[in-house]
C-alpha cells in the first residue's frame, strides 16, 4: 500500500497542551521567507525555467506555496490550478480563488470527475480510500502534464508534520519537482501564511485535504497539528528517545503512535528499493547531488 493511510485509533481521547514545546518552532518569518523564496528562484533557474505550477486545493498549505512562488518568481510565472471533483467543497474552490485573486497568479481549473468516474465505474465497491488516492494521484498527473506544456516545475505542497507522518498518497500530493515548505512543521505553516497575509478564511479554516464531504485532518488523525508537532519535535529535531519524549510529557500511548507512524511511512520518504546486482547500484553506491553535472 503506498497511499494515504487509515488513521492508527488511539484509545482514548488525547489531552495535552503543547504550548511549551510549540514555542521552539517558533520561526523568524523574515528571514524563512527569504531564504525560501531563494531556494524556489534558484532551484528553478538550474533547469533553465522561471514558471511554475502548482495545484491549489483552497487550503493552507497550497496557498501558502502560492503566495511564496509569486513573491520569488512573479505571479506572470506562476500557474495555480484547481481540480475539483464533483464532491468537492465549494469553499475550498472560493477559498482557492481568493488567494488567486490576492496574489495575481496565472488560474486554470481542470475538473477531474469524468476520469475519476470513468475508472471508478470498474470497480464500484472501492472502499473512499482507494478513491481518495486515486484522486490525488489524478490531481498530480495533470500538473505534470501542465508543467511540460509551459516548461514549468510542479511544486509540492506537503508540510513537515505531514511528511514525517506519512499524510499523504504517494505520487499523489507528496509528489513534486521542489518542496519549499517541507522542512516547515505546521504549525509553523500556520505562522508563516499569517505573516504572508493569506487570506483568513484560509489560514482559520480547519486544516483539510477535502477528500470527502465533512473531512478534516484532525478529525482523521485523531489529535491536533500541535499535539503532533510538540512529539516531532522532541523526536526529530532534539534526537530524544521514547523514554525521553514521555518523560517530557507526552503521553505514552500518544508517543508510540507518532514514533510508529513515521518509522511505518519510511518508504514514502525514499526512492523504491532497487534489488542489488551491479558494483553501483542507483541510489546506494551511485549517490549524487540532484544538480550533479548542471
Same mark, same amino acid.
Given at each position: 500500500?503506498? !497511499?494515504?493511510?487509515?488513521?492508527?485509533?488511539?484509545?482514548? +481521547?488525547?489531552?495535552?497542551?503543547?504550548?511549551?514545546?510549540?514555542? @521552539?518552532?517558533?520561526?523568524?518569518?523574515?528571514?524563512?521567507?527569504?531564504?525560501?523564496?531563494?531556494?524556489?528562484?534558484?532551484?528553478?533557474?538550474?533547469? !533553465?525555467?522561471?514558471?511554475?505550477?502548482?495545484?491549489?486545493?483552497? !487550503?493552507?498549505?497550497?496557498?501558502?506555496?502560492?503566495?511564496?512562488?509569486?513573491?520569488?518568481?512573479?505571479?506572470?510565472?506562476?500557474?495555480?490550478?484547481?481540480? +475539483?471533483?464533483? @464532491?468537492?467543497?465549494?469553499?475550498?474552490?472560493?477559498?482557492?480563488?481568493?488567494?488567486?485573486?490576492?496574489?495575481?497568479?496565472?488560474?486554470?481549473?481542470?475538473?477531474?470527475?469524468?476520469?475519476?468516474?470513468?475508472?471508478?465505474?470498474?470497480?464500484?465497491?472501492?472502499?473512499?480510500?482507494?478513491?481518495?488516492?486515486?484522486?490525488?494521484?489524478?490531481?498530480?498527473?495533470?500538473?505534470?502534464? $501542465?508543467?511540460?506544456?509551459?516548461?514549468?516545475?510542479?511544486?509540492?505542497?506537503?508540510?513537515?508534520?505531514? $511528511?514525517?507522518?506519512?499524510?499523504?498518497?504517494?505520487?499523489?500530493?507528496?509528489?513534486?519537482? $521542489?518542496?519549499?515548505? #517541507?522542512?516547515?512543521?505546521?504549525?509553523?505553516?500556520? @505562522?508563516?501564511?499569517?505573516?504572508?497575509?493569506?487570506?483568513?478564511?484560509?489560514?482559520?479554516?480547519?486544516?483539510?485535504?477535502?477528500?470527502?464531504?465533512?473531512?478534516?485532518?484532525?478529525?482523521?488523525?485523531?489529535?491536533?497539528?500541535? @499535539?503532533?508537532?510538540?512529539?516531532?519535535?522532541?523526536?526529530?529535531?532534539?534526537?530524544?528517545?521514547?523514554?525521553?519524549?514521555?518523560?517530557?510529557?507526552?503521553?505514552?500511548?500518544?508517543?508510540?503512535?507518532?514514533? =510508529?507512524?513515521?518509522?511505518?511511512?519510511?518508504?514514502? /520518504?525514499?526512492?523504491?528499493?532497487?534489488?542489488?546486482? #551491479?558494483?553501483?547500484?542507483?541510489? =546506494?553506491?551511485?549517490?549524487?547531488? /540532484?544538480?550533479?553535472?548542471?
Amino acid at each position: 500500500m503506498s !497511499g494515504r493511510r487509515k488513521a492508527s485509533a488511539l484509545n482514548g +481521547p488525547i489531552s495535552f497542551d503543547p504550548a511549551i514545546w510549540l514555542e @521552539q518552532l517558533i520561526i523568524d518569518e523574515e528571514l524563512t521567507v527569504r531564504i525560501l523564496t531563494a531556494f524556489l528562484k534558484e532551484e528553478i533557474s538550474k533547469t !533553465g525555467s522561471r514558471k511554475a505550477v502548482l495545484g491549489l486545493s483552497g !487550503g493552507i498549505d497550497s496557498a501558502l506555496v502560492l503566495y511564496l512562488a509569486v513573491k520569488a518568481l512573479g505571479p506572470d510565472n506562476v500557474l495555480g490550478v484547481t481540480m +475539483p471533483y464533483r @464532491q468537492s467543497s465549494p469553499q475550498s474552490l472560493a477559498d482557492a480563488l481568493e488567494a488567486v485573486r490576492d496574489t495575481g497568479c496565472r488560474h486554470e481549473v481542470v475538473e477531474i470527475t469524468p476520469q475519476i468516474d470513468a475508472h471508478f465505474s470498474r470497480f464500484p465497491d472501492a472502499s473512499r480510500l482507494r478513491r481518495a488516492n486515486k484522486m490525488a494521484r489524478e490531481r498530480m498527473t495533470i500538473l505534470y502534464d $501542465l508543467s511540460a506544456r509551459d516548461g514549468s516545475l510542479v511544486l509540492g505542497t506537503s508540510n513537515k508534520t505531514e $511528511l514525517l507522518l506519512g499524510y499523504g498518497t504517494l505520487y499523489g500530493d507528496m509528489a513534486s519537482a $521542489l518542496n519549499a515548505i #517541507g522542512d516547515l512543521y505546521k504549525t509553523q505553516v500556520w @505562522q508563516l501564511s499569517r505573516y504572508l497575509g493569506v487570506p483568513d478564511s484560509i489560514v482559520k479554516k480547519p486544516p483539510t485535504a477535502d477528500l470527502w464531504e465533512g473531512q478534516t485532518d484532525e478529525a482523521e488523525l485523531g489529535f491536533t497539528y500541535g @499535539q503532533a508537532d510538540a512529539a516531532l519535535y522532541l523526536f526529530i529535531e532534539e534526537r530524544r528517545t521514547r523514554n525521553e519524549i514521555i518523560a517530557a510529557g507526552i503521553p505514552e500511548t500518544f508517543c508510540d503512535l507518532i514514533l =510508529r507512524k513515521v518509522r511505518s511511512s519510511q518508504f514514502k /520518504r525514499r526512492l523504491p528499493v532497487i534489488a542489488k546486482l #551491479g558494483s553501483r547500484t542507483i541510489d =546506494r553506491d551511485f549517490r549524487y547531488a /540532484r544538480d550533479w553535472g548542471m
